[in-house]
Structure formats: structure tokens, C-alpha cells
């Protein structure tokens, strides 16, 4: 059984796994139809801010994939590991239409935010990332 998390804090709490370059779990491929659903369901939402949703999970389904987008607006894949948060990456543009290959038509309009753009280029340190989240 998987306990309550609080995301903003886990967000908080692990700034380090934000650097770019880092090496995440992939979604598994037949997984890709689900993502696209719940990613248009998220996308839907009037205020997706604070909400989540369970994109699909690793091969073995040891591991899901948690689309979270935060209250001020950025979006993370959070990843839960047989019941424990332990790792998050930020939800790019190029992630999901990874997702979206051969059904583009259906991809919601998304770009990343310039912070998450500068964060990705690696010209964010993790302090100005920790200050600039306006936690």
C-alpha cells in the first residue's frame, strides 16, 4: 500500500534529482496509450495545479509514473518505486510527444516554462532553482 506523500514537499526535499543528465526509469512502451489518456484528462483540467496523474508504469510495474503539476505551475513526472517516492524529473515537451508518436494531432498545446528551460540547460545552480520555486 502506497502511504499519503505531500508532492510540494517531496518537490522541495529533492532539488538534486533535477540535474540534467540524470538517468530516469522509462515508461514502458505499451504503456504509451495510457499516458496519452491521462495526459489529455490532466491537460482538461480547468486548474491543474496540485494535481497528479498515474501516466503508466515500467515493464516489470514495479514503478509509476506520476504526472504532478506543482501550485506554482511546473510539471514533474514523479517516480514511485513499490510504494516509495524516490526519484522526479521535470515533464518536458519532447517527453510527451514521445508519447504522442503518431497521434500528434491529439497532444495538448504545452511548452515548457523558461525556468524549466534554463534549469534544463544546466544554467540554474540548485539553489536558484530552490529559490525560484516560490515555495
Same mark, same amino acid.
Given at each position: 500500500? %502506497? /502511504? %499519503?506523500?505531500?508532492? #510540494? ?8 534529482? &533535477? *540535474?540534467?543528465?540524470? *538517468? ?14 491521462? *495526459?489529455?484528462?490532466?491537460?482538461? $483540467? ?6 497528479? /496523474? *498515474?501516466?503508466?508504469? %515500467?515493464? $516489470?510495474? $514495479? ?11 511546473? &510539471? ?9 517516492? $524516490? ?21 495538448? /498545446?504545452? #511548452? ?12 540554474? %545552480? &540548485? ?9
Amino acid at each position: 500500500m %502506497t /502511504a %499519503t506523500i505531500d508532492y #510540494e514537499q517531496f518537490i522541495i526535499e529533492n532539488q538534486d534529482k &533535477l *540535474i540534467p543528465g540524470r *538517468i530516469h526509469a522509462e515508461l514502458s512502451y505499451n504503456m504509451y496509450g495510457m499516458a496519452r489518456k491521462s *495526459i489529455k484528462d490532466m491537460f482538461n $483540467n480547468e486548474n491543474m495545479r496540485e494535481k497528479s /496523474a *498515474i501516466i503508466g508504469y %515500467t515493464s $516489470n510495474c $514495479n514503478r509509476s509514473h506520476i504526472l504532478y503539476c506543482s501550485k506554482n505551475g511546473i &510539471l514533474y513526472i514523479l517516480y514511485n518505486w513499490q510504494g516509495v517516492y $524516490n526519484d522526479m524529473q521535470y515533464f518536458t515537451r519532447a517527453m510527451m510527444m514521445d508519447y504522442f508518436e503518431n497521434y500528434e494531432n491529439e497532444a495538448p /498545446a504545452f #511548452e515548457e516554462t523558461d525556468f524549466v528551460r534554463n534549469a534544463l540547460r544546466g544554467n540554474e %545552480t &540548485l539553489n536558484d532553482i530552490s529559490r525560484r520555486l516560490d515555495y
